[in-house]
């Protein structure tokens, strides 16, 4: 598909037909496809961590996701929790140091830049996808044993949309940008 194709069409998407599957090399691809992001000093501090199987997907939507969202992702065939190494991108050699004042917030934004190259992906692929940030981290990281040393950011649905949203409304560029 022609990119900007890609960026006008792809939507968050809240249906799912649970009778399409997403393979496990699908995911790989759009996993390929988020590490070609740029990062911080090519930290490349993202992680990815793909629940797949159907007993695992019962359990972390239930455990872990609140009701709206275990019903926005019900029938999508992945949830792909994704999380950064602390203290790494935006931080001094010693890793304890940050550069800046947003410190961490480095990792988040290179985070940021894999999930949308991951959303895109997928777009391209004919996949739907919806990033979810209100979820357990606490719960989602003692049932996938996540390190301490990452933060989870979000989980993404990946699966076979069973709707098309319309594309909401966009501010212009004459309200969001100045040029000086």
């Known amino acids: 598909m022609e990119f900007q194709k890609v960026i006008e069409t792809r939507r968050s998407v809240r249906k799912y037909d649970g009778e399409k599957k997403v393979s496990k090399d699908m995911v790989i691809e759009l996993i390929e496809a988020a590490v070609l992001a740029p990062s911080w000093k ?7 961590y793909c629940v ?9 939507e239930r455990e872990c996701l609140p009701e709206f969202n275990a019903k926005n992702s019900s029938g999508a065939s992945a949830l792909i929790v ?3 190494k602390k203290n790494v ?14 410190g961490n917030g480095w990792g988040i934004y290179d985070l940021g830049l894999q999930n949308q190259n991951l959303v895109l992906k997928a777009a391209d692929m004919g996949l739907s996808t919806l990033i979810m940030g209100i979820r357990d981290a606490d719960k989602i990281r003692r049932m ?14 990946v699966g076979y949309g069973a709707d ?9 560029v004459e309200e969001i940008a100045e040029f000086f």
């Open 82 to 84: 994704t999380a950064h």
């Open 144 to 157: 996938l044993d996540i390190p301490e040393d990452e933060q989870i950011v979000a989980v993404i649905a």
């Open 42 to 48: 090519n930290s490349q501090t993202a992680r990815y």
């Open 164 to 172: 098309t949203p319309k594309r909401p409304a966009r501010k212009s």
């Open 89 to 102: 991108a935006g931080f001094a050699p010693d890793f304890e140091t940050p550069s800046n004042e947003l």
């Open 52 to 60: 797949m199987s159907e007993d695992g997907m019962e359990r972390f």
